[in-house]
């Protein structure tokens, strides 16, 4: 009878924690393969809001590995040792969905890390900054995931809609930018009967208008306002830009592009925003603008020559052509890509680093293939020290190349609108880590 009992229940225990054991083993390998190449690649760098996770807390159930929007196409959080970690960490996008899954608490977003600080406003749960009235979303806030964004906007104006900061005579908010957050917030703000405006310096779409042809963005649904829920998840920029395009016509948003704003100035307990065509009286301002700001130049001779620009538009335009991509980021890796990829291009993609410490995956993998398909030369280690009408000349470890070029796109980043901010009173801190 024991052994019968043995054979029946103990035997078929052992061999099903024999079997979980060994997918346990297997899981980690394979996580400590992802973390392992990306520690040899030198991306260990999170681009945006993403995980801390506490070890202390963490009891490795793996519900934030599963719960991973990335996942199966990018390892983002992997278990080792029984834990949780950040194994793949520039393939973070900061979806937050790791926090709202973990059973125990263990997982906190942060900005930067404790080598690379990250501009951030200061403000309240609220959106609200340190000046009364003046309230931040989207990109500038640290959320450039377009799904975030979306949300941010939306609840922005709710909470301002909320706080009861209305005069007579005024807009009760005034938006500035017409990307996800501020086109969310003019949404909310007209299904609450706010009296509202959005200025927008380019055209509708704000961040992802600059985009290049076809790039795919990736998404995921969301309520909005008016509009119900929007089902996207990997779309292009072209068909989200005619989803907002419809919507803005169905609904009305009172949108004004090619606007610029040039001063936020405090007036009688609200605001007066001068724009590049116009002053408006607000009691409360919404920026929800990108965080790129101003491009961030090279500062070498030749620079202001015409064929050189600071974002790709079309890669169609550079068909017949020798390009330099400047930078070690999406965009430039993007950018680089997309224009070998047209055919009869030739492309060379520079970054002064040792590596794309800042790429995700899928980019490198692109500039892998061009690379592999003899359309693009890869310089790292590299910078450019002068711009000439048909050539460059770059320093590439220690020794001066010069190539012939008809074009330069440089995608080196931007420079955080720091002075608008300051002359706004808006606070901005450095996040090395924390939340």
């Not at 359309?375 to 450019?384: G, K, R």
């Amino acid at each position: 009878m024991n052994a019968t009992l043995l054979s029946l229940y103990v035997v078929p225990m052992l061999l099903i924690w024999a079997w979980y054991l060994l997918r346990r083993q297997r899981r980690e390998a394979g996580h400590r393969a992802v973390q392992e190449e990306a520690l040899a690649a030198g991306l260990t760098e999170p681009a945006s809001l993403h995980p801390a996770i506490n070890p202390a807390q963490c009891v490795g159930c793996g519900s934030c590995v599963r719960a991973c929007p990335e996942q199966p196409e990018h390892t983002v959080l992997g278990l080792i040792g029984g834990k949780a970690q950040l194994v793949g960490p520039t393939d973070c996008i900061g979806h937050g969905a790791c926090r709202d899954a973990c059973p125990v608490g263990a997982i906190t977003l942060v900005f930067g890390t404790a080598t690379r600080g990250v501009d951030i406003p200061v403000l309240r749960a609220n959106f609200e900054s340190n000046v009364p009235g003046i309230y931040v979303a989207g990109e500038l806030g640290g959320m450039g995931l377009i799904r975030n964004a979306l949300v941010q906007g939306r609840e922005a104006a709710q909470a301002i809609a909320a706080s009861g900061r209305r005069q007579a005579g005024r807009l009760d908010v005034l938006i500035v930018g017409a990307g996800p957050a501020g086109f969310a917030a003019a949404l909310t703000a007209q299904s609450l009967g706010l009296r509202y405006l959005v200025i927008e310096q380019e055209s509708l779409g704000g961040c992802v208008y600059q985009y290049p042809r076809g790039k795919l963005v990736m998404t995921s649904p969301v309520e909005l306002p008016l509009v119900g829920k929007v089902h996207f998840r990997h779309t292009s920029k072209e068909e989200l830009l005619r989803f907002w395009t419809a919507a803005r016509a169905a609904h009305r948003v009172q949108i004004r592009c090619q606007e610029r704003v040039e001063s936020i100035d405090r007036f009688d307990g609200g605001f007066i925003v001068r724009t590049s065509r116009n002053r408006y009286p607000a009691s409360n301002v919404l920026l929800a603008i990108g965080r790129r700001g101003t491009p961030r130049k090279l500062g070498v001779p030749g620079e202001d020559l015409p064929k050189v620009v600071y974002r790709l538009i079309d890669p169609e335009q550079y068909r017949g052509q020798k390009v330099l991509v400047v930078g070690g980021g999406d965009s430039a890796l993007e950018a680089a890509a997309s224009i070998a990829e047209v055919g009869d291009t030739h492309v060379t993609l520079s970054y002064r680093g040792a590596a794309f410490t800042r790429a995700k995956q899928r980019n490198r993998e692109r500039v892998d293939r061009a690379r592999e398909a003899g359309t693009l030369d890869l310089l790292l280690s590299s910078q450019v020290s002068e711009i000439h009408p048909d050539l460059v000349v770059l320093e590439h470890s220690g020794l001066p190349v010069k190539l012939g070029n008809q074009a330069v796109i440089v995608n080196a980043g931007g420079v955080l609108p720091n002075e608008f901010l300051r002359g706004v009173g808006v606070q901005v801190e450095t996040k090395y880590g924390t939340a």
